[in-house]
T-cell receptor, first 113, second 113 residues
Framework: AQSVTQPDIHITVSEGASLELRCNYS??????LFWYVQSPGQGLQLLLK??????LVQGIKGFEAEFKRSQSSFNLRKPSVHWSDAAEYFC???????????FGTGTRLQVTL | DGGITQSPKYLFRKEGQNVTLSCEQN?????MYWYRQDPGQGLRLIYY???????QKGDIAEGYSVSREKKESFPLTVTSAQKNPTAFYLC????????????FGPGTRLTVL
């Protein structure tokens, strides 16, 4: 089945430290991939997306992600985390024009001061 | 400002009652979606609509119904047939159906008493 997997349920980092959240995908064809962020009790906000082209994608709030076909990964990175980045992060993807968006189970990020 | 609105933010209902969740968008998007979010399970698709007066079941449609009489509106009814309706419900829209970026509303938390 086509899917995305987020191996880490919960991650804790110190403010100012670098961050990498993992996302692995399982699709037959090149997928379209997204990262969303959700603050408690809120909707999802789009951070960035990969449709084609440059495999390093820049997003909002200083986030970036790199599409690696050889590793079936689309990991989210940020060089220096701020306390306001504490939230839940979802990777999502689809492939083809008629497929539905599928979500990973999310990674909760905690930031310590 | 363009966006997606959901109302109410919090909703309480007694067992055996139907309840309707509102979703409105002024983005002129063709497609709209309803997702259910439970802790640790990511987002699951309930129903989606690619165009006015048309909608399709998602992965967990049992116990839910929708309508799409206007392009900007996609209400979700949680019926008494839904066995475990307490959850966070998210509405989304995209410019084109399925194979496009989805944008989310702020969500409605439904609690069955």
């Amino acid at each position: 089945a086509q899917s995305v997997t987020q191996p880490d349920i919960h991650i804790t980092v110190s403010e100012g430290a670098s961050l990498e959240l993992r996302c692995n995908y399982s699709y037959g064809a090149t997928p379209y991939l997204f990262w969303y962020v959700q603050s408690p009790g809120q909707g999802l906000q789009l951070l960035l997306k990969y449709f084609s082209g440059d495999t390093l994608v820049q997003g909002i709030k200083g986030f970036e992600a790199e599409f690696k076909r050889s590793q079936s990964s689309f990991n989210l990175r940020k060089p220096s985390v701020h306390w306001s980045d504490a939230a839940e992060y979802f990777c999502a993807g689809f492939t083809g024009t008629a497929s539905k968006l599928t979500f990973g189970t999310g990674t909760r990020l905690q930031v310590t001061l | 400002d363009g966006g997606i609105t959901q109302s109410p933010k919090y909703l309480f209902r007694k067992e055996g009652q139907n309840v309707t969740l509102s979703c409105e968008q002024n983005l002129n998007h063709d497609a709209m979606y309803w997702y259910r979010q439970d802790p640790g399970q990511g987002l699951r698709l309930i129903y989606y609509s690619q165009i006015v007066n048309d909608f399709q079941k998602g992965d967990i449609a049992e116990g839910y119904s929708v309508s799409r009489e206007k392009k900007e509106s996609f209400p979700l009814t949680v019926t008494s047939a839904q066995k475990n309706p307490t959850a966070f419900y998210l509405c989304a829209s995209s410019p084109r159906p399925l194979a496009d970026t989805q944008y989310f509303g702020p969500g409605t938390r439904l609690t069955v008493l």
